[in-house]
T-cell receptor, first 116, second 115 residues
Framework: GAGVSQSPSNKVTEKGKDVELRCDPISGHTALYWYRQRLGQGLEFLIYFQGNSAPDKSGLPSDRFSAERTGESVSTLTIQRTQQEDSAVYLC??????????????FGPGTRLLVL | AQSVTQLGSHVSVSEGALVLLRCNYSSSVPPYLFWYVQYPNQGLQLLLKYTSAATLVKGINGFEAEFKKSETSFHLTKPSAHMSDAAEYFCAVSASYNQGGKLIFGQGTELSVKP
């Protein structure tokens, strides 16, 4: 079946512009996660959705970052007034079940964001 | 709080040699542990996971890992490296049960395989 998809695959923007990154999870997966991977570093957790609610937003680095999920499906990560330090690969993952801790997370290919 | 340390950001082995990638974790609760692989320009793919059943876990592509509670380790091994194993490998621990399973990742180990 179809995996997690993300769009766009690449995004180049100018400092100060807003960007929207989209994630389509695997159908039926109730849990959805956003992570960020900066060059040469591991993955950092950003936000977790269970259904359409976000019980854990602890990883969002500033109030310029926000995310929403609708219909227990598509999620959008928005970065306002982008800064050069926002340049990274943004990865989305989804999984079954409402507990999540032992479930496999399936990752999308990522969106590579470059802020000039 | 949970954390993961991967020893060695780069590991190089010869084709046919043993692969050993080290991972140590810190967790205040019994952990769930994962190894993911990332091939160039691709997303992460699960290699294997430990979820408190057998301590020796077998994964895809001939990889396995052993959970050792006394050493707080979950090292990844493969008896014989193949050129196609060249990739970046991430060890991760799942956050405590009431945090929805967010993953805490190590910094990654890049594996190179020499012919």
């Amino acid at each position: 079946g179809a995996g997690v998809s993300q769009s766009p695959s690449n995004k180049v923007t100018e400092k100060g512009k807003d960007v929207e990154l989209r994630c389509d999870p695997i159908s039926g997966h109730t849990a959805l996660y956003w992570y960020r991977q900066r060059l040469g570093q591991g993955l950092e957790f950003l936000i977790y959705f269970q259904g359409n609610s976000a019980p854990d937003k602890s990883g969002l680095p500033s109030d310029r970052f926000s995310a929403e999920r609708t219909g227990e499906s598509v999620s959008t990560l928005t970065i306002q007034r982008t800064q050069q330090e926002d340049s990274a690969v943004y990865l989305c993952a989804s999984s079954f079940t409402r507990t999540g801790a032992r479930e496999t997370q399936y990752f999308g290919p990522g969106t590579r964001l470059l802020v000039l | 709080a949970q954390s993961v340390t991967q020893l060695g950001s780069h590991v190089s082995v010869s084709e046919g040699a043993l692969v050993l990638l080290r991972c140590n974790y810190s967790s205040s609760v019994p952990p769930y542990l994962f190894w993911y692989v990332q091939y160039p320009n691709q997303g992460l793919q699960l290699l294997l996971k430990y979820t408190s059943a057998a301590t020796l876990v077998k994964g895809i592509n001939g990889f396995e890992a052993e959970f050792k509670k006394s050493e707080t380790s979950f090292h990844l091994t493969k008896p014989s490296a193949h050129m196609s194993d060249a990739a970046e490998y991430f060890c991760a621990v799942s956050a405590s049960y009431n945090q929805g399973g967010k993953l805490i990742f190590g910094q990654g180990t890049e594996l190179s395989v020499k012919p």
